[in-house]
Nanobody, 127 residues
């Protein structure tokens, strides 16, 4: 079992920055990949970014490349999402997710590729 708790969301003006955190507990944190997804009102949950168990590999959605950066601190059991140059279209609830025993690929852009989810944190970007 893995428990995930997100924090760091809030209201920010367009062009601003936020850093989200996701604290994990339970299973050995350094043994699985982590991802961030987001869901805007009336839309499906979409992939944002993922990081491998070691932090050595990352994958980004095209919409956030160059603006968002994922990192992890395995000593603190925490994954971070640094979001810069925020746009109103980034407004959504952001969820972190754990990919435990994910199979041959180290990450997935599909929600079904993740076993555990946090409850989410709201990010609102005003224009």
């Amino acid at each position: 079992q893995v428990q995930l708790v997100e924090s760091g969301g809030g209201l920010v003006q367009a062009g601003g920055s936020l850093r989200l955190s996701c604290a994990a507990s339970g299973r050995t944190f350094s043994s699985y990949a982590m991802g961030w997804f987001r869901q805007a009102p009336g839309k499906e949950r979409e992939f944002v970014v993922a990081v491998s168990w070691s932090g050595g590999s990352t994958a980004y959605a095209d919409s956030v490349k160059g603006r968002f950066t994922i990192s992890r601190d395995n000593a603190k059991n925490t994954v971070y999402l640094q979001m810069n140059s925020l746009k109103p279209e980034d407004t959504a609830v952001y969820y972190c997710a754990a990919r435990v025993n994910g199979g041959s690929r180290w990450y997935s852009a599909d929600t079904r590729g993740y076993n555990y989810w946090g409850l989410g944190t709201q990010v609102t970007v005003s224009s």
